[in-house]
């Protein structure tokens, strides 16, 4: 049996185990052991405890539970109404105000969270009944939500970023500046869109309930400006070169952790263990995520599947873009059934060779890949984001919100093409700020 058919037998195995409902590190784990153990036989058991280790062992990966904690420490209090409220404040007299501020909450929100998920029931639990109140469709209330809260994978910090860094031995600074314009242009498609959308259904997008003075705008400020500035602060000194990721991300998490006790008070010790409960679940389950991924690798490389495949496609005789075409259909194909860190993990190091070959820079690449994570956040069959705003609102159908998120998909498309286009759009930024790329 050759390579490329052991691969297809591994993949078909992984997706029967996966549609079981089992773990996604349990059956990454369990393909991998199986493998070995019928193709190299016991003897392949000695360096499988050595071999996941190894993918843990790197202090990079420190950054990522100390992210997931600052993301706990604003999810677990009433930062994300503050935002939404401030956002709706300075942004009410604006046509279609509402929904720009539910978008730009799911953004900020998102980006500190680190958690689509979160935001949407964050956000989604103030907002979308807000809207629905105000006359806006279901479809578009539950939709733009659902597509806000995607933001979070590429406006920097972002957990993806840093497993795509890890992964492929990249600049995790320089991912996070490459996510910056990339993560604006998608948020003013996604808020044209709605305001289109809105204005040709027909509904009142000038109407205002309220005015707003001067005064109650500013009263809503200082809750918000500190987390902003927190973004900022993590930014600042991972492309100046002041500190790690590991160091930033610690530095994050503390700051929010004083902030959540100084600004709203809570003291109590229930909430605080319960958020950090939540930061180790999480962070375990990623973890186990990376170490089986490593272990797939392996398995991949070790019979020699990984080098077939990455053969087969250079092997093409297509143009570059023609390939790319096929990697993004892939990846789509894959993001479809699987969460973000998953595909990260198991395709990056597979795919970054081809692309770097084909003349395609790195990190543009990490850009592309992250919004094709995005589409698969809301679209069935998995689109958890999809299930959790159904879940905020039962009473509209599952099939109302996939055709109010399915616009936005289009969005993501079209930004794909806009930056195959002009990938200056990523490589700006990182160019200005930390020199090219090596």
Known sequence: MGPLEIGLLVLIALL???????????????????????????????????????????FGLVSIPMFILMGAAVASSPAGKDLY???????????????????????????????????????????????????????????????GGTLGI????????????????????????????????????????????????????????????????????????PFLTIIAGILFVLYGGVATPSEAAGAGALFCLVLVVVIYRMWKPGPIVRMFRDSIRESIMIMMIIGASELFAYTLSSTFVTQSIAQWISGLDVNRWVLMAIIN?????????????AVILMTAPILLPIITQAGFDPYWFAVILTINMEIGLITPPVGLNLYVINGIVPDVPLGTVLKGALPYVM????????????????????????????
């Open 85 to 147: 409220e401030a956002l709706d404040r300075w942004l009410n007299r604006v046509p279609g105000g509402l929904v720009l501020s539910n978008l730009g909450a799911c953004s900020i929100f998102s980006a500190l969270s680190g958690s689509s998920p979160a935001t949407c029931a964050a956000i989604g639990k103030m907002g979308i009944p807000e809207m629905r109140n105000r006359g806006y469709p279901a479809e578009i209330a539950t939709g733009s939500i659902a597509a």
């Open 16 to 58: 029967v185990l996966l549609t079981t409902g089992m773990p996604i590190a349990f059956a990454l784990g369990a393909v991998s052991v199986g493998t070995l153990l019928l193709i190299e036989g016991p003897r392949s058991l000695t360096i499988l405890g050595e071999t996941f280790f190894g993918g843990l062992n790197s």
């Open 329 to 341: 259909v892939f990846l789509l194909f894959a993001g479809f059934f699987l969460p973000p860190v």
């Open 411 to 438: 969005c993501m498309v079209a930004a794909i093409v806009i930056l195959c286009i002009f990938p200056e759009i990523v490589t700006w930024l990182p160019d200005q700020l930390m020199g090219k790329a090596l």
């Open 154 to 225: 590429l406006i920097p910090p972002s957990i993806t970023m840093i497993v795509y860094g890890i992964a492929t031995e990249s600049s995790i600074g320089r991912l996070f500046i490459a996510g910056i314009l990339p993560g604006l242009m998608l948020t003013t498609m996604f808020m044209a869109w709605t305001i289109y959308s809105c204005h040709r259904k027909g509904i009142g997008l000038s109407e205002v309930t309220r005015r707003y003075s001067l005064a109650e705008k500013l009263e809503a400020l200082p809750r918000v400006l």
